[in-house]
């Protein structure tokens, strides 16, 4: 298994403006959203592998330039790992060399934010200046990644693990 990263230290160490942090138990059922599509621990662990597991229902984040498709350029599209909702379209993408997939925006409708409060916060508001914005799937619920200032742009660093590519002809 390829070894993970704390997404403090991912976004200290690149330059990203936005901060982040790990977060414990971070998709439940007790985050009082109804999703769509709900499995147990052990079905998201069977349906996605240990690794994607981690990133998407976990938090954490995959290694720089470990998917396939981070410097990926090809036409297509991408959908949620965990319940194949479509959510970027690779028209979207702009490939920087910082190791993750990168989009201005997603599809309508398919992705929800999220608060990532600073680790051992417990969401006290008064670290409201230290917290990131998370992009979740709107369906499932899964973690997708974070939305990140770089070069003065709002751009979406999405993990590569946390969906599947099917490319257009």
């Not at 977060?23 to 439940?28: H, P, T």
């Not at 985050?31 to 592998?49: N, P």
Request: net charge negative; hydrophobic share 40%; aromatic share 8%.
């Amino acid at each position: 298994m390829q070894s993970r990263i704390s997404r403090r230290h991912l976004l200290a160490s690149s330059a990203m403006l936005v901060p982040g942090a790990a977060a414990a138990n971070y998709v439940s059922s007790t985050d009082g959203f109804a999703y769509e599509i709900t499995r147990s621990r052990a079905e998201w662990i069977e349906l996605l592998g240990e690794a994607s597991f981690l990133i998407m229902r976990e938090g954490h984040t995959e290694v720089p330039k470990s998917s396939p498709h981070w410097d990926s350029l090809a036409p297509g599209s991408y959908a949620c790992k965990g319940c194949e909702l479509p959510l970027y379209d690779a028209r979207w993408k702009v490939v920087l060399d910082k190791g993750w997939l990168f989009f201005r925006h997603g599809e309508a409708n398919a992705l929800m934010m999220g608060v990532d409060w600073p680790e051992g916060s417990g969401s006290d508001a008064r670290l409201a200046d230290l917290t990131g914005i998370e992009v979740h799937c709107r369906r499932c619920g899964s973690h997708m990644g974070h939305i990140v200032l770089i070069e003065n742009k709002l751009l979406h660093c999405i993990n590569g693990a946390s969906m599947t590519f099917t490319a257009t002809a």
